[in-house]
T-cell receptor, first 113, second 110 residues
Framework: AQSVTQLGSHVSVSEGALVLLRCNYSSSVPPYLFWYVQYPNQGLQLLLKYTSAATLVKGINGFEAEFKKSETSFHLTKPSAHMSDAAEYFC???????????FGAGTTVTVRA | NAGVTQTPKFQVLKTGQSMTLQCAQDMNHEYMSWYRQDPGMGLRLIHY???????DQGEVPNGYNVSRSTTEDFPLRLLSAAPSQTSVYFC?????????FGQGTRLTVV
């Protein structure tokens, strides 16, 4: 069984500041890990994924995440926040041999001008 | 390519009514799934299908039925709607460890 925990349901950052969203996972098998973004009244869009290759994963819109097995973490970062980054972000995990996703509760990001 | 198309976008039902949420894809993906999204709970898997004729239950299947007669379509049926089924429903297809989501159906049961 797999699960993820996202620390912090709301994060507020200033434009130009670092964005850091935390995700810890629990998995009984080698995991695949994902970050998705959801804009208001939209579906989910994949930001990036870890599938057992490089531990530092780069995604779209300047986001990246690092897989740390020793810490069971997959935190998402972006060096400089933009107003367009305001959205809800979900961390998710699946097993490497199935497509069933287990999602965290989500973190809403607001960006202050 | 339309990707994953869900209809309707909005629906209000009375308790006890039944309805079908439609999901169609033109990506030729074998794997399809249904999730519900509730505040503070992320998305939870309702049912999934690994191909035409094959379906299985996810985390929260009670009160929902699915069938998969074609690769393209994966409808979700609410048998007797309850207020607890008020939610936003997302259909998704998956291939190569990537899921593609529809725009969602916002369902309110009164």
């Amino acid at each position: 069984a797999q699960s993820v925990t996202q620390l912090g349901s709301h994060v507020s950052v200033s434009e130009g500041a670092l964005v850091l969203l935390r995700c810890n996972y629990s998995s009984s098998v080698p995991p695949y890990l994902f970050w998705y973004v959801q804009y208001p009244n939209q579906g989910l869009q994949l930001l990036l994924k870890y599938t057992s290759a490089a531990t530092l994963v780069k995604g779209i819109n300047g986001f990246e995440a690092e897989f740390k097995k020793s810490e069971t973490s997959f935190h998402l970062t972006k060096p400089s926040a933009h107003m367009s980054d305001a959205a809800e972000y979900f961390c998710a995990v699946s097993g490497s041999n199935d497509y069933k996703l287990s999602f965290g509760a989500g973190t809403t990001v607001t960006v202050r001008a | 390519n339309a990707g994953v198309t869900q209809t309707p976008k909005f629906q209000v039902l009375k308790t006890g009514q039944s309805m079908t949420l439609q999901c169609a894809q033109d990506m030729n993906h074998e794997y399809m799934s249904w999730y519900r999204q509730d505040p503070g709970m992320g998305l939870r898997l309702i049912h999934y299908s690994v191909g035409a004729g094959i379906t299985d239950q996810g985390e929260v299947p009670n009160g929902y039925n699915v069938s998969r007669s074609t690769t393209e379509d994966f409808p979700l049926r609410l048998l007797s709607a309850a207020p607890s089924q008020t939610s936003v429903y997302f259909c998704a297809t998956s291939r190569a460890a990537e899921a593609f989501f529809g725009q969602g159906t916002r369902l309110t049961v009164v």
